[in-house]
């Protein structure tokens, strides 16, 4: 249990932004937009979070500030393959480049210190949690420590991303909003016989996943870190990606296999310095680039399989 609860409870920590970043992609897939930008709007948020943070000193006002530096290139996104029709893969890839390049220079220009923000202080970061009862609990076998060391401790955002699983179902298959989403996505041409905007339909799907990056990228740097780094997002965005797909742009299997990346994300972490007879201590970089390998491998062995939504990709042209 010593060994295992703190993997398990650092899987959650590490499977947070990736889940985020899931959710977010398959809100605007699903309504028929490809957002490869995730990794630019999660490096945009962040910024803009970290940013915030340290010049107010509220970390509220941070994550404020990251769903809307996040829901500014998703506006971008929007107008550039709804509105002007164009390629949507040329748009998120240019928007990763874009967030690359101009929150390293904002970083440099506002706070000269390298391109990275100050180092955050606790009151403008997001601290650990501990729910009631976990100190009582803490000496029941199995069940207490489990409940203090793995359930308590987490930051709110953690828990936020877990509770919007079923609420990405529901709204997704149990409401108004998720059907005309989802036929969006599958048939906007009798989305359009209905009367329905499709328009307005994927700029909603691509505003609610821009503020689900917003909080991915706050939740990396104010919680995971203590300030804004050059490239800290360091690719979860496309890992997130692949996780959407190999979940087969469901919330449930996508919550799994998020899971799964940061379950080997958090071994890779233990297994730093830690000699093996024989082979001596791993490598750290072999370690670091295990999620990105796992990533290549399902995707080559798995995508195959998955079945994107019909219209996915696809500009659409109203009929007159």
């Not at 941070?62 to 971008?76: E, Y």
């Not at 509105?83 to 874009?98: E, P």
């Not at 489990?146 to 877990?162: D, F, I, K, M, P």
């Not at 195959?304 to 500009?315: C, E, F, N, T, V």
């Amino acid at each position: 249990m010593e060994l295992i609860l703190p993997i398990l409870a650092a899987t959650l920590r590490t499977a947070t932004p990736l889940l985020l970043g899931a959710l977010a992609g398959l809100f605007s897939e699903r309504a028929g937009i490809i957002d490869v930008g995730l990794e630019g709007k999660m490096l945009v948020g962040a910024f803009a979070a970290a940013a915030a943070a340290a010049v107010t000193g509220n970390v509220l006002l941070g994550l404020v500030a990251g769903i809307g530096g996040a829901c500014l290139l998703g506006l971008v996104h929007a107008y550039a393959c709804v509105t002007l029709r164009g390629s949507q893969v040329v748009s998120g890839m240019a928007i990763n480049i874009i967030a690359s390049g101009l929150t390293a220079t904002l970083a440099l220009a506002w706070f000269s210190q390298g391109g990275q923000t100050p180092p955050l202080p606790p009151g403008a970061r997001f601290l650990p949690v501990t729910l009631p009862g976990a100190a009582a609990l803490a000496g029941v076998p199995v069940l207490g420590p489990a409940y203090a060391a793995l359930v308590s401790g987490q930051t709110v955002l953690v828990y936020l991303a877990l509770i919007l699983v079923p609420f990405s179902a529901w709204v997704l298959y149990r409401t108004r909003f998720g059907l005309r989403l989802r036929a969006s996505g599958e048939h906007p041409a009798a989305v359009d016989t209905a009367g329905i905007s499709v328009a307005r339909l994927r700029y909603s799907a691509v505003m609610v996943a821009s503020v689900l990056c917003g909080i991915a990228g706050a939740y990396i740097a104010t919680a995971q870190g203590a300030g804004f780094v050059r490239d800290m997002v360091a690719g979860r965005g496309y890992i997130a990606l692949a996780a959407m797909i190999l979940g087969g742009w469901r919330p449930w299997p996508i919550l799994f296999t998020c899971l799964l990346f940061g379950l080997l994300d958090a071994v890779a972490i233990r297994l730093q310095g830690v000699a093996v007879p024989g082979i001596g201590a791993f490598p750290v970089q072999a370690l670091q680039a295990l999620p990105y390998l796992l990533t290549v491998v399902l995707l080559a062995g798995f995508v195959g399989r998955a079945i994107p939504p019909r219209a996915s990709g696809q500009p659409y042209v109203k009929e007159r």
